[in-house]
Structure formats: structure tokens, C-alpha cells
């Protein structure tokens, strides 16, 4: 059989590289992307294959691999199967537009939708959108082939959500996969394209030319963050590859040039043996790239960062989340300030180049005073670099279905938006209020450091500086201040639209006894933390 399988990009989250960053000497057909490789579809193409498929990638970020090209080539080679695939909800409306445009021109070669978004809404997105045949719920690596062999007899595909005469139908789940070292390793050479180790953000900031690509090694993670989808997606349980079967596709990648690798896994950091494994077979094997990843503060093996570093870890991020444990307590993040100070300087003690610290501001119940803390704390942490985003909501998360609860979101007519939290929560401060304290807040933060760190500054800048013109560095630091335009604006619930407000209503939440109580239980712990 034959498959197609595409990406389809979200616009804010790439960019192509600007041909005056463009240093290499040889042209060699493929295009340069600002942005991450498609991880989903390039795990997938070589377990198809292993079962005598062919298989053809595409990625909607090339320019040649836009609408247009792919229902040409779909015309053209006539595949048997169409798989699509995206992230998350802000990429609906673009691979709704794909799939119609994919059916006009092809009706009878059946469409298949697959990653996070499509495993959250399945059944929902099988209502709404007639060009989309069946959906894949949850990991692709035995439901696609599994599909493929019973294109006519969908119904025994266990995880499949597929329409048939009486509506639809959603088929038994099919369970999480137990042993994830039985795979071949990703594909990173079939798609033309070059992706660039930078930040997603509205300019282009490149971090290095150096071969790049992302790889995971573990799924899942056992806490319960309520603005978080992974609980759900990987039902609260964190399985991993062994230490050998990533040392494998490491030396591939080394022998293939890469010399810097992201670990996309939502928690790397949690098995200390596994990492002093990974971390001796890097240096045992004289392995070239340096490599970066995310975690917990509370789980990083602290013992372990010496290695890590050996290891050539140079970038660790950090979901620091914010700077008073009250809103730290209401997200359910299980930390402690003391513990993110740790963390993080233990890193920086270690020889980490690169700390981040990933913040949310404007959760629910956090005030003006909060969110001044979260960056002051910030500041006085060794963090290299910061993101400090408003908190959202999407579908599949606790908090979606506390506004569920709280009548705020209809799931009914909601389901395929996201939100921020500021515009329809009004425990949350509006959100021309939190665009302005954010300001105040990074100004705050970049005077600190400034004055506090300047070597450290002066460095980060340097490393910018290699990759990115004046212009375009002047515009990175100027960044925060501005308004940040996504081509895509959340929308705003259908309540809230029905009713005519662009705010929510203040003082229409009730606050039940037990969140009063609870709250009064942050409170005072966070004092009595200060306090030691
Ligand atoms: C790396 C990452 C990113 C990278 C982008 C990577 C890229 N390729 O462009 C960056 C940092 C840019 C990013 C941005 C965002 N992300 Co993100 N991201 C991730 C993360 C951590 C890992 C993704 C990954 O590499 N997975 C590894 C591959 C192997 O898995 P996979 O893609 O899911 O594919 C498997 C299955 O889904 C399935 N499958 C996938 N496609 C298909 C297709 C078919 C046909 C079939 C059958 C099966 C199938 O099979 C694959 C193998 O099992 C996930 C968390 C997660 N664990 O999924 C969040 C996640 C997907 N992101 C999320 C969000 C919210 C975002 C942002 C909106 C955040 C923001 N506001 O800035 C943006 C939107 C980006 C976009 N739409 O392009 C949410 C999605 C929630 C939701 N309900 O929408 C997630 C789940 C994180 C979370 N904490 O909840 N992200
Ligand atoms: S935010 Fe991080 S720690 Fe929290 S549930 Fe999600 S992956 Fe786990």
C-alpha cells in the first residue's frame, strides 16, 4: 500500500531561514525551516515501512508541499491512504481547509487524522468535519498499520473513530504501547527540508547552523498540572525507551551529522538510573552533539546534572511556572519555590550553558501583586532565559473541565477553541491589565539583570549575536514590550459570545468553601516558607 503522510504546520511556529542567516556553501535542494521537525509523522514512516508500505512525507512549511502540491501529488500517485497530522487545536481550522481541498480532488481515498489534538476531540471532529474519514486515537505506531490492513473492515481497528451508514462509531480503545523499544527509528531523511535550532517566536532567532533535529525518548508524565493535556493524552503514566535502544538512534544521529538534539519527552528528568545510563553511553561513545531537554524541578536527579554535563547537556528548561506558591498550588504543579531555586542553581552550578524557565501569568486567582512576584522571583533566579506566557486553556485539560463545571466554556459548542484564561475566567484579571503588568514585568527583569548579571547578559546577547542580524536581535529584546500578533486570536466561548461581552462577567463565580479553605491553606504555607 501506499501512504501519504503530512504535517500540517501551525503558522506562528516556523519560519523559513532568512537567506542572508543562510551560510551553507552547498545547495543541496533542501530548505531551511526556522522551526521543529515533524516528529509524529517521521516516527510513523518507517514502521509503515517496516511492513512493506510506501510511504511519502510531506511538511506544510515547504513551499512546494503546500495545498495545491499535495492534492497534485495525490492526484498523481494515487496513494491508498492519507494520514494527516498536527499538534494541537490552534492548527484545526488549517487541516480542516487541507482535508476538504484533499477530498474535492480525491473522494475515494480515504483521509486518516492523527496526534494530540485529533486523539482529545475525536468523535467531535469526526461530526464536523464530513472530509476527514476516521481518526487515530492516541500512538500511531500499531493503529496505522493495523488500518492500513483493514482498510475494509475499519470496525476491527481497535483505537479507530470512523462514520458508517448509522453514524459514528468509535471503536475499542486500544491500549498504551508497552514496549517502545520495538520500533526503527525516525525518519530525518526523506523530507527535504533542514530544520534550524531557533526560537518560535515573531522574529528570527537563531540559536546555531549546526545539524539539528528533536528526538523522544520517554511518553508521558505522572502529575497532573491542570492547564496540561499530557496526563490525559498518556493516562498518567510515564513509559520509556531503554537506555540502549536511545543510545542506538543517538549514534545514528551522530554518524549522520547531527550536532544538536532536543528531547521533546515531557519529562525527561524522571528516572535517575536511565539518565546515568544515556549520560555514560554519550561519553563512552565519544558522542559529538550536545543535546538539551525539559523537566521538573522536583524530579531533576541533581546528583546527576555533573554528568549531564559531561555528557554535553548544554540546555535545560525548566516548567518554573510561577513565583508565589499559592499560584503554584492552584495549577496543581506539586513544587516548591525552594525547590525551583534549587533546581535551577544547582544547573548553573553545574556548567549547564543554557537554564529556562517556562512561567505562566494570569492563572486563575493570581493578583497584580502575584504576577509581579512571579518575575521578581525570576529575576533573582540564575534562569539564562525566560518565557513568561498567559495561561490558556485547551480541551482534555482539568481546567477546561473546571470551566466546564463553573459554566463558563459549553463543551458542546466550544470544544475546538482554546482560550486565555484572562478573557473568560473572571477570577482571572483582564487581559489588558495582565499585557501591561507583563510589561512592567519584563522591564523589572531586564534592569536586574542588566545590572545584576551583566557578564551573564553580555554572553546570552554574544550567542544571539552569531545568527542574527542587529536589526532583528534589537527586535528579540524589544520583543516583550510589544504587542504580539498571532495570525490566529483565541476565540472567546459561545456564552460569552451569545451575551455580547468581550470580558467576562466579574463576580459571577461562586467560590465554594473547600477552594476558600484551600486557598487559606496556600496562603499560610507560603508564609511559613518565606519565613524559614
Ligand atoms: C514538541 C512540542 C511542541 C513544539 C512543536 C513541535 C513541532 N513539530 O512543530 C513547539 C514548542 C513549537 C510546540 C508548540 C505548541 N504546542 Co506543543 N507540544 C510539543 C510536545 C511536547 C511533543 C510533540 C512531539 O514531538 N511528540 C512526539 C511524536 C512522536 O508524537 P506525536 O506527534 O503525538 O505523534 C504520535 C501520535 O500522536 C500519533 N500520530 C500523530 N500524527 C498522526 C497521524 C496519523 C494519521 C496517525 C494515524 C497517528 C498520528 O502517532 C505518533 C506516534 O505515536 C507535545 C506533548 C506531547 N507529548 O505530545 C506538546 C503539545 C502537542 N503542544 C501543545 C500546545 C498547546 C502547543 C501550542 C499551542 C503552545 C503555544 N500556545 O505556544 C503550540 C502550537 C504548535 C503547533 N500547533 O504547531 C499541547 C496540545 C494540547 C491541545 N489540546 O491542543 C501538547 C499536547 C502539550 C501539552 N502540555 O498539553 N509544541
Ligand atoms: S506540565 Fe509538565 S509536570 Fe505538569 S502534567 Fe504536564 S508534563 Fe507533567
Redesign the pocket.
Known sequence: MKAFLVYVRDENFWRLLPKELDRSRSDNGRIKVMGFPPLGIQTLAPVLRRYGHTVRLFDTCHPQMQAEHIAQAVAEERPDVIGLSCLSTTTYPALKNLAQRLKLGAPQIPIIMGGAFATMNADRILADCPDIDCLAVGEGEELLPDYLNNLDDPGSVAGLVWRNAAGIVRNASRPLIRDLNQFPYPDRTSLPIDYIESLPLDVPAVLSLDKFCTMQTSRG?????I?????SLSQGKWRHRSAEHVLGEMQQLNDLGYRSIYLTD??FLLNRKRISEICEGIIARRLKFRWGC?G?VDAVAVDQLPLMKKANCTFLAF?VEAGTQRALDRLH?KQTLKQVEHAVSEAKRHGIDRVHGFFVISSPGETEKDILASFRFAARLKLDTFGFNRLCVYRGTPLWQEYIDRGIIDDTRDWHKWFKCSDVDPTVLPSARVNRLRMKGYALLFVRRLFGRPLCTYNLLRMFARHMKKADLLKLLWSPFRRRTLSRKPDLPARMIELGLEEPEKGAVSITWTELLCAGAAEEKAQINASR
Open positions: 508524565c505522572p502529575y497532573s498540572c492547564y496540561c493535556d499530557i496526563p515531557d519529562h525539559e521538573r516548567g504543579k
